[in-house]
């Protein structure tokens, strides 16, 4: 199987883009650890922090992907609109080209072809285990290619809105810097000194903890956890994770329902952002939000005796030219069974 048709080149320019859009967070939180050192943190910055790293936290989780990606839901249209512009402000790209790479990691898991597997590394023991994690946390990132947008979001590349959207990224991430800062200065009556250490902690240092949270879902969520279900890939539930990422470490329950709007499909699994789904198809701003039947959660969990889940299905035929469809079919299959919550 070759991935020639499912990816783009990445130009030179972008790559000093993504260069400097990793490495800037990690100076800034370097610096502040530097100032939280010397005390110069307040509980102005903290709370402005939390409440921006859960509001586009919420955009990177309930809209990029659980909406956007997944479509296991729909809604409004400025809900779409407030999703995808807030999930821009993590800086993990525009929206389009971080649906392309999740639904190819979803057609490719863990085989040849996935944009971010642990487990297509060459080394073995530690060493092995270390470049693994290396690019599925965040090497993968600097490879000079990227996911073709046109084979794996041709839907997303056809609404106008979502188009606009994703232009305006530098936009979203300057407000998403402007936004802290502002609010740092109104909260302290005026203080730009206040704005400024607002926009290091709640803009910089947020982007920082929020890469590495998105990040933990592709290296520490394909290798350490949980593994109820009888599916083929090494996805894990890990609960560590899903503190932090506001509910999506359920990530081998995602790949075994990923259409599914809940990932902590077990009511003691804390999920967040269904939570939120749920508020919004309470006020009316959401529906159709899909969910697996308990019999079907049933049906998938692995059976004593499982002890490998790659050998309890055989990996699907996956046909190059109808990846994108073969991946909808498979969405189809949870969808067409599931119920609305
Ligand atoms: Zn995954
Ligand atoms: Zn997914």
Not at 57 to 74: A, P
Not at 94 to 102: E, F, G, R, S
Not at 211 to 234: L, R
């Amino acid at each position: 199987m070759t991935t020639t048709t499912t990816t783009t080149r990445i130009s030179k320019v972008e790559r000093r883009i993504t260069v400097v859009a990793v490495v800037l967070p990690f100076l800034a939180f370097l610096v502040a650890l530097w100032l939280l050192w010397g005390g110069a943190v307040t509980g102005r910055d903290l709370a402005i922090l939390a409440v921006m790293y859960v509001l586009v936290g919420f955009g990177v989780t309930i809209g990029f992907h659980r909406l956007f990606t997944h479509r296991s839901f729909e809604a409004k249209p400025w809900l779409r609109a407030t999703l995808a512009a807030l999930g821009s402000m993590s800086v993990q790209g525009a929206v389009i080209h971080w649906v392309a790479d999740h639904r190819k990691h979803h057609a490719f898991t863990d085989e040849e072809g996935d944009p971010h597997s642990p487990h297509l590394q060459e080394g073995t023991g530690w060493r092995g285990v270390l470049s693994g994690l290396w690019h599925s946390h965040m090497g993968w990132l600097f490879g000079g290619e990227r996911s073709s947008a046109k084979r794996f979001a041709p839907d997303l590349r056809k609404d106008p809105m979502i188009r606009r959207i994703d232009r305006l990224f530098p936009l979203w991430v300057t407000l998403g810097l402007v936004i802290p800062f502002v609010a740092g200065l109104a909260l302290s009556g005026g203080e730009l000194v206040a704005g400024l250490t607002a926009a290091l902690w709640a803009g910089l240092v947020r982007v920082f903890l929020q890469h590495h949270a998105t990040w933990s879902v592709n290296s520490i969520c394909h290798m350490y956890g949980k593994q109820p279900f009888a599916i083929k890939d090494e996805s894990r539930n890990n609960w560590a994770v899903a503190l932090v990422s506001l509910g999506e470490g359920w990530h081998h329950s995602h790949h075994a329902f990923p259409t599914s709007a809940r990932h902590g499909l077990d009511k003691t699994q804390l999920d967040p952002s269904y939570a939120v789904i749920r508020l919004f198809e309470r006020l009316g701003w959401a529906w159709n939000v899909k969910n697996p039947r308990e019999d079907q959660i049933e049906a998938k969990l692995r059976q004593p005796g499982d002890t490998d889940a790659r050998a309890t299905e055989p990996p699907p035929p996956v046909d190059e030219d109808h990846a994108m469809e073969a991946e909808e079919s498979s969405d189809r299959e949870v969808v067409g069974t599931a119920t609305r919550s």
